[in-house]
């Protein structure tokens, strides 16, 4: 995995503290989450860059996200 796994697991704390106090995770929850959002990036990065070639660009810019985001339907 990309991400090391007690930062990661402090981002997930972190924001369902903000939902919910006292929440417990198991091991394999915060495993399962990380490899989601890991792929979730990953792909995502992967339209981003299409983006930003067909810009006729090397480097990606926000404006890259934006759009891979809104040719996926996602909320920006």
């Avoid at 495993?31 to 990606?60: G, M, W």
């Amino acid at each position: 995995m990309g991400v090391k796994l007690l930062p990661f697991q402090r981002l997930v704390r972190e924001i369902a503290q903000d939902y919910k106090t006292d929440l417990r995770f198991q091991t394999t929850a915060i495993l399962a989450l990380q490899e989601a959002a890991e792929a979730y990036l990953v792909s995502l990065f992967e339209d981003t860059n299409l983006c930003a070639i067909h810009a006729k660009r090397v480097t990606i810019m926000p404006k890259d996200i934006h759009l891979a985001r809104r040719i996926r339907g996602e909320r920006t």
